[in-house]
């Protein structure tokens, strides 16, 4: 079974620049999660879908943050304009239920913000 | 709300100690409770899940324990190797929430 996919694995941009990440999660996953992680920190849930529902984006900054799941399978998510406290890890995850469904980890897409 | 800590923040052992990593959280309306392992530059592996109706899960040299009541939760590595170092979360599951997180701890294993 193919595991949790996402692209880049790193990127590196200037501050006030846009910057796109993609994720792929388990074939037949219902739900998908978007997670932040700063240096230091345990991940923290940006965005939760449930198919192509938005499920929780309660800490999300939505003035420069969003994100998508068309067809309620891949997922992007974009930052714009970028700020240096971005700087993290972004982590994708998937469950076939959400709820207390176990999650698959993506690797995660490191970004710099300078 | 919710909040885990996780004690230490650090740990370097040599290797072959047994070690215990803690993780305590202050809401005890939970559904489960999971420990996962970080590799540096890589995504989170899952170790252990704990069903609230349970007591504790074993998985090799790991075992891991829940106790509601007083919040908290220990994972207990046996006979530790260098293979073992990474950093090691904690992370409960909430009606209606994602998974919350402690901040980890980063453990060290010198042969």
């Known amino acids: 079974e193919a595991g949790v996919a996402q692209s880049p694995r790193y990127k590196i941009i200037e501050k006030r620049q846009s910057v796109a990440f993609w994720c792929n999660p388990i074939?037949?996953?219902?739900?998908l999660y978007w997670y932040q992680q700063i240096l230091g920190q345990g991940p923290k849930l940006l965005i939760q879908f449930q198919n192509n529902g938005v499920v929780d984006d309660s800490q999300l900054p939505k003035d420069r943050f969003s994100a998508e799941r068309l067809k309620g399978v891949d997922s992007t998510l974009k930052i714009q304009p970028a700020k240096l406290e971005d700087s993290a890890v972004y982590l994708c995850?998937?469950?076939?239920?959400?709820?207390?469904?176990?999650?698959?980890f993506g690797p995660g897409t490191r970004l710099t913000v300078l | 709300k919710q909040e885990v800590t996780q004690i230490p923040a650090a740990l370097s052992v040599p290797e072959g100690e047994n070690l215990v990593l803690n993780c305590s959280f202050t809401?005890?309306?939970?559904?489960?409770l999971q420990w996962f392992r970080q590799d540096p530059g890589k995504g989170l592996t899952s170790l252990l899940l704990?069903?609230?109706?349970?007591r504790e899960q074993t998985s090799g040299r790991l075992n891991a324990s829940l106790d509601k009541s007083s919040g908290r939760s220990t994972l207990y590595i046996a006979a530790s190797q260098p293979g073992d170092s990474a950093t090691y979360l904690c992370a409960l599951n909430q009606a209606g929430t994602a998974l919350i997180f402690g901040k980890g701890t980063t453990l060290s294993v010198s042969s």
């Open positions: 995850a998937s469950s076939w239920f959400g709820g207390a469904d176990t999650q698959y």
């Open positions: 074939s037949g996953h219902a739900t």
């Open positions: 809401d005890s309306a939970i559904y489960n």
């Open positions: 704990i069903q609230s109706s349970q």
